[in-house]
T-cell receptor, first 117, second 114 residues
Framework: NAGVTQTPKFRILKIGQSMTLQCTQDMNHNYMYWYRQDPGMGLKLIYYSVGAGITDKGEVPNGYNVSRSTTEDFPLRLELAAPSQTSVYFC????????????????FGPGTRLTVL | DAKTTQPPSMDCAEGRAANLPCNHSTISGNEYVYWYRQIHSQGPQYIIHGLKNNETNEMASLIITEDRKSSTLILPHATLRDTAVYYCIVRPYFSGGGADGLTFGKGTHLIIQP
């Protein structure tokens, strides 16, 4: 298994441009997540999805959009890029809770380093 | 408000046990303690989690105090590759489905010295 893969690894955008960060997992996980990590800080949740066709906002969703048409893929769309979106973006996935308890373990991709100038 | 408190940095000699403390004095009865680590420039990696009993796996041991207000992650024989930022996270459990993200603080930067 490749696990969670993300593309591209690096990207420089100009203010106002748009792009899509790709995330794919081959573990058949229902749950997928997008986080961002600013320099010297912990991760913050942008969006998450509990299955194909279902997405919801996290802590910092403004300026981003997501879709989930398949179990494997969870792309993150940046519209009208701003310097405040300069960050490292991590995608993660996990199995849903089982046996009545919430004990998911999240598996992370290698990240996409985005700079907006 | 931060749910966990960790020292910002720690040193440990290679080959020795690294003991990373975490305070979570406001932990609820339905919250697990999770540990993740992040090696420089990589995505976070799951290490271990527990509710109230001590836990051990191939990577580490987790010791949770009886009152559950603090815990210690133990890396038994630290190597240079264990140099990373270690995050202690409390996370509720519940039945019925749904999801939410992990809440990462600033963690402890563990430096393994040769």
């Amino acid at each position: 298994n490749a696990g969670v893969t993300q593309t591209p690894k690096f990207r420089i955008l100009k203010i106002g441009q748009s792009m899509t960060l790709q995330c794919t997992q081959d573990m058949n996980h229902n749950y997928m997540y997008w986080y961002r990590q600013d320099p010297g800080m912990g991760l913050k949740l942008i969006y998450y999805s509990v299955g194909a066709g279902i997405t919801d906002k996290g802590e910092v969703p403004n300026g981003y959009n997501v879709s989930r048409s398949t179990t494997e893929d969870f792309p993150l769309r940046l519209e009208l890029a701003a310097p405040s979106q300069t960050s490292v973006y991590f995608c993660a996935s996990s199995y849903p809770p089982t046996s009545g308890t919430y004990t998911d373990t999240q598996y992370f991709g290698p990240g996409t380093r985005l700079t907006v100038l | 408000d931060a749910k966990t408190t960790q020292p910002p940095s720690m040193d440990c000699a290679e080959g020795r046990a690294a003991n990373l403390p975490c305070n979570h004095s406001t932990i609820s009865g339905n919250e697990y303690v999770y540990w993740y680590r992040q090696i420089h420039s990589q995505g976070p990696q799951y290490i271990i989690h527990g509710l109230k009993n001590n836990e051990t796996n191939e990577m580490a041991s987790l010791i949770i105090t009886e009152d559950r207000k603090s815990s210690t992650l133990i890396l038994p024989h630290a190597t240079l590759r264990d140099t990373a930022v270690y995050y202690c996270i409390v996370r509720p459990y519940f039945s019925g489905g749904g999801a939410d993200g992990l809440t990462f603080g600033k963690g402890t930067h563990l430096i393994i010295q040769p």
